[in-house]
């Protein structure tokens, strides 16, 4: 597109990322055959007769929960320490040459913890990956530990429990340089509402841990103030159903709550009212490209000013987590 090289050479801030949503079918593929691991047979589903039929099916997704059927089962593929700085690092070096800069980025512990994978080698293989995508990238970043939130919640407060016992947030770490800075909710989110994990997501605001949560992405605005409500949520994932809540799209603005990845439909509204959202990648492998994508997908959709850029690329560094001199630096 004509506006390519512009869009990439903004400082691009990244709040929306999967680590586990960068497993692409070819990677999905390679890692099974190294680790012995049986995908699913061609005869059950088709779609797993070949990395070309893998990424065919990948674009046809009804729905959250068929798309994270598939999420889900890549990711058996995945075990050593090794795979999983590997997968981090596929994202690392695909959001340098994108132009991002600082990113914070979600994973799944119990996605893998449930296939006997041990916490300390998930969080040790993406912290390697952040660390190095700092010293060799200049990327700077955050992680950002969701729950998911389809399973009983005292998975969930097992798996914080573990974190904390262990060292692993950057502010509870044991002398180690750690780089997880908060938590997030995720996965199936009609019926799996926010209030369910107040109580633990209020522990880890005491600790000094942040908050975030997807909310609004299919669930109705409820979730969203729920999610403000119950979670003390700092930003909200998604959040595309805000508009159909003016009142609260007025507490989202006054609140300074930043919305993270809204795709395309409701941009112009957002800017207009003034609420403050970020542009993503989410899950790359699997909905068809990186953030400079979705930046590029927008300007083709709305034409937006240059002014207008400044102010998504200035609302998303200060909605970042990062240190103010880091801030400072980017601005
Ligand atoms: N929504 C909910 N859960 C998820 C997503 C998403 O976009 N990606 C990975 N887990
Ligand atoms: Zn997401």
Redesign the pocket.
Known sequence: TPHHSLLAALPKCEHHL?L??CLSPSLTFQLATKNNITLPSPSSDAAYTSVETLTERYKNFSD?ND??GY?YRALDAIITQDDFEMLGWEYFTTAAKDGVKHAEV?F?PQSHTARGIALGVVVSGFNAACKRAEKELDITSKLIM?FLRHLPVQESRDTMQAAVEEGYFDITTKGQDRTIAGVGL????VGFRPELFGEMFMEAEKMGIRRTA?AG?EGDPTYISGALDTLHAERI??GIRLVEDTKLMDRVIKENIMLT?VGELPIRKFLEEGVKFSLNS??PAYFGGYILNNYCAVQNAFDLSVEEWKVIVQNSIQGSWCEQTRKDELL
């Open positions: 999967h586990e949503g959250l798309f994270l999420y979600f799944d969701c995720d996965s199936s989110e997807h992405e994932d998604h990845h989410d899950d």
